[in-house]
Structures are given as structure tokens and as C-alpha cells.
């Protein structure tokens, strides 16, 4: 496949590119680029745009409760506001500077990069903390990057979180939920703690609506109009410049297949452009192991005598030593190629990149509360998303960036900024999350953006089939406390806790770990056959989750072999993902008290357990139907069987679905098989209702 590409036309001020078009970065650095790599790490700071601001930063944060930091991506936001803030004293005393990431990949990432500049160990003064990993020192750690999330859980033990002097919220665009849910709880927070300081930041953001959501100083004036301390109004600073030059290209025509598309760029690019690694944004573990696999062969066929390309997946589901590998070196005459979902669309800095090519996909949830269903779709990223890709290209020397679409399709059909995931998510992990905060009216809490009340009343709902919150709404005890606990989805956390009631928390923290990970199947490598017969020698009649637990065992049994994983079409680094998941679930589950304990082999238990947290997905096949059309017995809505799925053709009467993709239809993967009484045992509130008709054998 070849493409033919035209450059954006060119315009230099680009901060609000309403009308897109551009993408020349304009950059307050270029002229001295060449210099990169032998300026000293101070002279680098010193040249990013965010240096010329330090003074009127330091200046609002001493002077205003809230400060609003609007740059764009590598002005230098993340790594040098809280090393300013260090310097100016905010971290005396034993207080701390917290820095909030959506992602985790990102709050490694840039506390390593600070640590660095600073020139201490990581954990020691500037330190991480994210899921399931802490890497700060209660008597030493001064800057704290933390994921929004852990910040979050963070509050349930200390709630006016009093050993942060300034919280700031980072990449706030991306209007993540746990972002949105924290900028509410910090609003509550300052009215009980005038000293602390929030800096907002971000590259795009609505920095207007964002000041109305923080002023609260229209609420005061007339009580307190002479009060002392930080004005309540708050500050909005645009810091102008950016990154080095990036130059962006459009497909010049509409590409039908952008996987196929992306791996002819990149040859392009290998076999054109000067040395430099590209980065490629698609959308999920499938299509990045399909297009790893096919420039893998391409590149072998290649022939160009100047040395090949080194392919590296990047996605969430990989283990945290192959995550590693994006950031080391690129061996002398290679290139490296990362291809990645988009976690390495903000705040990351992988320094060898000189080109993007961008697919203007990604997978988003939403979630629909009338039919009660969420969904995986692939669905168009928003022009903040495409420009932040782009500017991945251009941290640390000038760039290009080759766009999928054209540029008619960017200007007209892309939008702004994308939907807040407050507003596209299921809110079931929220509401849970607020309600162990303490939060009990969660219809009045301040949003900022308020979700749908559908969507609110459908997760109090399930909430209260699931038996974490109590007929007044207040979390149960102990069970609900227990859930909100666990840092995962309750639903996978209820299955947890019933494990440790029917004897199989071992296996069934196996499929929690499973469930995490998008795929444990190689399914991009050799045939459809091929890959179906390798699952049929693992498969069990009960399901998917059964059949995971046979690939665990028999991946234990190899002693975790690779050849093994090859042989038998299982993805090994998937694999090695779920020891480590494994590992992390379990220490968890001790701490709350679940005994460790195997039932054996027994699957109707792990079946239950199953059951138990996921009652809300139960469906059944439509008697009349020969296309194994399945209808949710909740929302009847009409879903079909994943042809991933160990169960596809098989068609089972009744089964309970782990997730749903949408793609022509609404497909369930990973399903397992139920007897329908275990639903009115397991929820009897949430299907009192529909009894005695919908389960009719
Ligand atoms: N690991 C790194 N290696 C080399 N340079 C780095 C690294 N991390 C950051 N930088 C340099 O610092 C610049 C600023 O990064 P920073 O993350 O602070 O920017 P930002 O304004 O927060 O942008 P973004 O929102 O995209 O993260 C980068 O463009 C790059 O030049």
C-alpha cells in the first residue's frame, strides 16, 4: 500500500488551532536545537518556555488558592513546575508537592526524569506512587508524582490529604473520571484547608470553565471581603511556546485500512528519512500485535542494507519489564519503532523519537444507562488528542508527524476536545469511591461536568444488588468497606470476596488477573485455524474464565516457558503480566483477610463466584434464534458471542459476559456458562422483578 501525503499549511501561532490546518509547531527552542544532547540538564531546563514563567507561577500560587496553568505539550509543565515549587520553599517543613498523572506509565516517566535533573534517587526526595507500587520515603520525599486514582484513595485514610502544601492536577484535559472526581473532592478540601494550593494544568483546557468551577470567591465576598490569605479567585496563566518544531502531514487521501496504512509509513519513513525512532499510535493490544507482526515480516523483506527496525509493542496489558524497553537506548544503526495505544499520548518523553505517525483512532468506553450496557469502540480521537500525538515528535529535537486522514477530515470532523469520561463511563468504581469517602449525597456532589442521573441511579443500583451499599445508601459493613478497599472494579472485587466464601480465591484471582489483560491468545501470529486449535487443547466446556485457568496452569507447569507460549498460540509477555497482576491481587487480598485456598477443580464454585460479581451481564440465548442472538436479561439488549470466545458456536443457554466490543454487532468476550438460579441467589433485589418469566428454562 502506498500513500501519498501533503503537509499541513503551515501557520506559526498555533495555541488555539480551532481551525486545525497547521502544524508547524512554532518553538521558543528550535533555533538552538542542533545543541541538544550537550547542554547540561540545567541549560535544558532553563530553555524550555515554562522557564520565563517561573516567577509569575511561583507568584499566583503564593497569591491565589487555585492557579490555572495552560501550555502546550513540552513547555515543560510537569517536570519543572514542582522542582520551581521545591526551590521556592512550598516543600518545607516536612510538607510534600504532589503532581497528579492520568496514567501510571507517565507518573514513572517523569518522576525518573526530575529525579534526574535534581540529581537524587528516585524515591528518595522525588518519588512515585501508583497502583500496587510505592516508590517514596515517608521521612525524605518532598515531590510525589501519583496517579489521580491513588491520590483519590489516598483521602480515605488521611481526607483533607494535610501533608501536601500544592496539589497539581496534571493533563487535566483529558478529563479522565478519576480527575474530574478529584478536582470536585479538592474544591471540597480548600474550603477546610484555605493553604492549600491547587495548580491546574494542561495543555488545552477550557481554562475559563475551569476558573468558574474554582471561584468561590462570589460565595464569600460580603462575609469576609477583608479576609487574609490566598484570594479565592482563580489565576489563569497561558504559557506561550512550546517543544521543538514539528512538521505535520496529512494522508492525501482517505486511508480505508489505517493498520495496513501505519505499517507502510513506517517502512516509508525507514527506508527515506534520515535516523530517528517513530512512534505509532493504534488503538489496542490486537491491532498492535497484528501490526508488530506484520512490519516484522515486512522489515525482514525489506533488504535495506543499512540495518533493521527494532519492534516494540507499548499498551497497558504488557509486564512492566518490556514497558521498560521503549525507554532504553536504540542499539547503534537501528531504529527503533514503538507502537502503542494511547498511553504514550501525554506526558511522556521517549527521546529517541523524531517521527509520529498518528492512526486518529483509539478505544474508548461508553457506556449506555438506559440499556445498562458499557462498550469498548473504536472510535475517533479529538484534536487535542491528535496534537498532543503529534507533539511527541518534537521533545528534544524538531520532528515530523504523519497523520492517517486527511487534513479536510481533521478540520471538519475531529472534535475539539473529547467527551469527559464522567459522562461516557459506567460510575459504578466512582460512586463506590465517594460513598467510602464519605460522600453519601452523591446526586448533589459538585461535578465538573455532571454525569448523567440515569447513569448515577443504575450504579446505585448495582451497588446495592452487589451488597456494598445498604438500604439508606451507606456503605455495608463489612463487605462494603472490604470492596472499597480493593483498587479494582467492584464487580471483580465482589467476585473476589465471594471466592473467599465458596473456597476458590486462588483460581478466581487467576481470572481477575486474566481479565485485566486484554488477550492471553498470540492472536495475530499464524492462522484463524491455526490459533482455534491451540485454544481447543486448553478449552473447558464452562467457559472462558475455565479455560484460563487451564493456560495458567499449564503455563506454571512449562515453568513459564517462551517456547512453550509459542507453541501453543499464548502470548507470553500477556502472560507474564498476569504473574505480576497475580502477585499484586494477592498480597492485597491477604491484607483484607481472604483466605488463600483452592477448591480443586471444582468449577461450579468458581462459576458462582463468577456469578456474584457480574449478575448485572447475565444473558440469554433467544429461543427462536439460529444466528445465537443472546438477549441481557436486564436491558434485552441483543448480543452475540465474541468469535474469540471458547463458547462461540457452542451457544450456551444461559452465560454471564466479562465486557462487550462493538463492532457490526454488540459482542461479548469472555463468557462463562450460569444456572440461572445462581442469579436470584446471587442478586435478589436486582432481578426480583423479572421473575418468574425471564428465567423460564
Ligand atoms: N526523559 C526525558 N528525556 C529527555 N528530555 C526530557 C525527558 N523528559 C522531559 N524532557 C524534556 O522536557 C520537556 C518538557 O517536558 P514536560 O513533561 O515537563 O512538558 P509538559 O509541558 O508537561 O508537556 P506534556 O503535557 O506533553 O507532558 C520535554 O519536551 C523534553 O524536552
Not at 508488530?292 to 504488557?318: A, D, F, M, R
Not at 474508548?364 to 469498548?376: A, C, G, K, S, W
Not at 451497588?463 to 463489612?478: E, F, Q
Request: aromatic share 8%; net charge neutral.
Amino acid at each position: 500500500m502506498s500513500l501519498f501525503w501533503k503537509p499541513g499549511a503551515e501557520k506559526p501561532q498555533l495555541l488555539d488551532d480551532e481551525e486545525g490546518g497547521v502544524l508547524f509547531f512554532s518553538s521558543a527552542l528550535s533555533s538552538s536545537s542542533s545543541s541538544y544532547g550537550y547542554a547540561s540538564l540545567e541549560k535544558q531546563r532553563q530553555r524550555l518556555p515554562v522557564y520565563k514563567y517561573r516567577n509569575s507561577i511561583l507568584y499566583l500560587v503564593e497569591t491565589h488558592s487555585t492557579s490555572i496553568v495552560v501550555g502546550e505539550t513540552g513547555s515543560g509543565k510537569t517536570t519543572q513546575i514542582p522542582q520551581y515549587l521545591k526551590e521556592a520553599g512550598w516543600a518545607d517543613g516536612g510538607r510534600v508537592i504532589a503532581c497528579t498523572q492520568p496514567r501510571r506509565l507517565a507518573v514513572q516517566a517523569v518522576a525518573s526524569r526530575v529525579a534526574e535533573e535534581m540529581g537524587v534517587k528516585l524515591g528518595d526526595e522525588v518519588g512515585y506512587t501508583i497502583r500496587f507500587e510505592d516508590l517514596t520515603n515517608s521521612e525524605l520525599t518532598r515531590i510525589k508524582f501519583l496517579t489521580d486514582g491513588v491520590l483519590l484513595r489516598e483521602m480515605m485514610t488521611d481526607p483533607l490529604l494535610s501533608k501536601y502544601s500544592v496539589i497539581m492536577v496534571d493533563e487535566a484535559h483529558e478529563r479522565s473520571i478519576s480527575t474530574d472526581i478529584l478536582l470536585g473532592l479538592l474544591k471540597k478540601i480548600q474550603r477546610r484547608r484555605p493553604e492549600l494550593r491547587l495548580i491546574i494544568a494542561s495543555a488545552t483546557i477550557e481554562a475559563k470553565s475551569m476558573a468558574a468551577f474554582f471561584d468561590t470567591s462570589k460565595k464569600r465576598r460580603g462575609s469576609d471581603d477583608k479576609q487574609h490569605g490566598p484570594k479565592t479567585e482563580p489565576a489563569i496563566l497561558s504559557v506561550e511556546g512550546r517543544g521543538f518544531n514539528v512538521q505535520v502531514f496529512y494522508a492525501e487521501e482517505p486511508v480505508p485500512d489505517y493498520l495496513r496504512a501505519a505499517v507502510s509509513t513506517v517502512m516509508s519513513i525507514h527506508n527515506q528519512e534520515p535516523p530517528g525512532d517513530i512512534l505509532v499510535f493504534l488503538t489496542g493490544q490486537d491491532d498492535i500485535d497484528a501490526a508488530v507482526e506484520l512490519l516484522t515480516e515486512e522489515s525482514q523483506n525489506n533488504g535495506k542494507p543499512s540495518g533493521g527496525l527494532t519492534i516494540l509493542p507499548l499498551y497497558s496489558g504488557l509486564s512492566r519489564a518490556d514497558q521498560d524497553l521503549v525507554f532504553s537506548p536504540t542499539p547503534r544503526g537501528k531504529r527503533k519503532v514503538v507502537i502503542s495505544t494511547n498511553i504514550a499520548e501525554t506526558s511522556l518523553t521517549l527521546e529517541g523519537v523524531v517521527y509520529v505517525v498518528d492512526s486518529g483512532f483509539s478505544k474508548q468506553r461508553f457506556y449506555n444507562p438506559i440499556t445498562d450496557v458499557e462498550n469498548l469502540i473504536v472510535a475517533p480521537i479529538s484534536k487535542a488528542s491528535a496534537r498532543q500525538r503529534a507533539g511527541r515528535a518534537g521533545r528534544v529535537r524538531p520532528g515530523k508527524c504523519y497523520r492517517l486522514y486527511t487534513e479536510e477530515y481533521y478540520v471538519n470532523e475531529l472534535s475539539t476536545e473529547g467527551i469527559p469520561e464522567i459522562q461516557r463511563t459506567s460510575l459504578v468504581s466512582s460512586v463506590i469511591q465517594l460513598k467510602a469517602l464519605g460522600i453519601d449525597n452523591i446526586l448533589g456532589f459538585d461535578w465538573p461536568a455532571s454525569p448523567s442521573p440515569e447513569a448515577m441511579i443504575r450504579a446505585l443500583e448495582v451497588l446495592y444488588s452487589l451488597g456494598v451499599i445498604d438500604d439508606d445508601a451507606k456503605l455495608t459493613s463489612p463487605a462494603g468497606f472490604q470492596i472499597a478497599e480493593i483498587p479494582l472494579e467492584p464487580m471483580i472485587s465482589k467476585m473476589i470476596l465471594a471466592s473467599d466464601e465458596l473456597g476458590c480465591s486462588e483460581e478466581i484471582l487467576t481470572i481477575a488477573s486474566v481479565l485485566s489483560i486484554q488477550s492471553i491468545w498470540a492472536s495475530s501470529r499464524g492462522s484463524q485455524k491455526e490459533l482455534d486449535e491451540a485454544k481447543m487443547r486448553f478449552a473447558a466446556a464452562e467457559g472462558d474464565h475455565v479455560t484460563f485457568l487451564n493456560v495458567y496452569k499449564g503455563f506454571l507447569k512449562c515453568n513459564k516457558s517462551p517456547t512453550w507460549c509459542h507453541k501453543n498460540f499464548v502470548n507470553y509477555q500477556a502472560m507474564k503480566k498476569v504473574i505480576e497482576v497475580r502477585g499484586q491481587l494477592r498480597r492485597t487480598a491477604q491484607r483484607i483477610g481472604i483466605n488463600l485456598k483452592s477448591c480443586d477443580g471444582d468449577t461450579q464454585v468458581v462459576r458462582k463466584a463468577v456469578t456474584a460479581g457480574y449478575f448485572a451481564n447475565a444473558c440469554r440465548l433467544e429461543a427462536f434464534s439460529h444466528s445465537g442472538m443472546y438477549k441481557t436479561l436486564r436491558g434485552s439488549q441483543e448480543v452475540y458471542i465474541h468469535p474469540s470466545s471458547i463458547l462461540f458456536r457452542v451457544n450456551p443457554k444461559w452465560i454471564i459476559f466479562h465486557s462487550l466490543v462493538s463492532t457490526d454487532r454488540q459482542y461479548m468476550r469472555n463468557v462463562i456458562t450460569i444456572d440461572p438460579s445462581w442469579l436470584t441467589e446471587a442478586a435478589p433485589h436486582f432481578y426480583q422483578h423479572r421473575q418468574p418469566d425471564s428465567f423460564r428454562q
